[in-house]
């Protein structure tokens, strides 16, 4: 029986770009053997119907097909745990595909109780210095979402969070073109999940409590963990000038960051 080449399913985007999953490929033409021939044919239409990009999300059960696709021109994009990325610009024109990058973010809690007093926990990699609890999302929450999740995990405490009041910029140069997010949210004090006094809930924290506003203030430098002490400053500075806006900048070992933070009052 004689194989027929095909072109493979795809969509066009509102770009102008051709996109495939290997996920929704009927399963026969996955096969190597198959892919490699019928890829070659749906190039070829994709430049025949002067598509600008060619997008191509590729599951790991698939990863058969990356040589297949390198061999066509198409580049590494970016990669997540179970699916990776591939793209080539098919126009003559200059290329519009976003630069490859490697991002991530993380959110913390400034929570504040009934009388002023500020949550704070101390976790071992940070050589047992105090800061703001938080972490890394969860798919699919938002910022809001993140910090009181993180709180809850980390202190046992349940906050309600009421505004991103912060955001670093990590430039990092050990990877090219990647940087950091940290975002920074003011948090209302709700209840302790169980009746009693914080206790650490949480392998990666060896301690929690609550502050006054005079004791944080009092901390040294190496007892305080230096992003969040800038962030501090910059609250105290927003309730004696409403609305104000602090800008930070800070180069530590050929990394710069920034952090701009704002009133939301």
């Given at each position: 029986m004689r194989n027929?080449?095909?072109?493979?399913?795809?969509?066009?985007?509102?770009?102008a770009d051709a996109v495939m999953h290997t996920k929704d490929l009927p399963?026969?033409?996955?096969e190597e053997s198959r892919f490699a021939s019928e890829i070659i044919e749906t190039f070829k239409a994709w430049k025949a119907?002067?598509?600008n990009g060619a997008w191509v999300h590729i599951s790991l059960q698939d990863s058969h097909v990356v040589p297949h696709l390198a061999k066509l021109g198409f580049n590494f994009a970016h990669a997540a745990t179970c699916e990776m990325t591939m793209t080539c610009w098919l126009s003559d024109k200059p290329s519009r595909?976003?630069?490859t990058t490697l991002s991530y973010y993380s959110v913390s809690g400034l929570v504040i109780d009934g009388t002023g007093r500020v949550l704070m926990v101390r976790e071992q990699r940070r050589k047992f210095l105090w800061k703001f609890p938080g972490g890394m999302p969860e798919p699919y929450e938002n910022l809001l979402e993140t910090a009181e999740r993180k709180v809850l995990e980390e202190t046992g405490v349940v906050a309600k969070g009421e505004a991103v009041i912060s955001l670093r910029q990590r430039l990092r140069t050990e990877y090219t073109g990647s940087c950091g997010f940290f975002f920074l949210c003011l948090m209302k004090y709700v209840r302790d999940a169980n009746v009693g006094r914080v206790e650490t809930v949480s392998d990666e924290i060896v301690d929690v409590r609550w502050f006054t506003r005079d004791?944080?203030?009092?901390?040294?430098?190496?007892?305080?963990?230096?992003?969040?002490?800038?962030?501090?400053q910059a609250y105290l500075k927003t309730l004696e000038d409403v609305g104000g806006e602090e800008l930070y900048e800070a180069?530590?070992?050929?990394?710069?960051?920034?952090?701009?933070?704002?009133?939301?009052?």
């Open positions: 027929f080449k095909m072109v493979l399913p795809y969509i066009v985007n509102s770009y399963r026969e033409l996955v119907g002067r598509l595909l976003p630069p004791e944080i203030n009092s901390m040294k430098r190496h007892e305080f963990f230096d992003h969040h002490r800038n962030v501090w180069t530590e070992k050929d990394v710069t960051s920034k952090m701009f933070s704002f009133a939301f009052f």
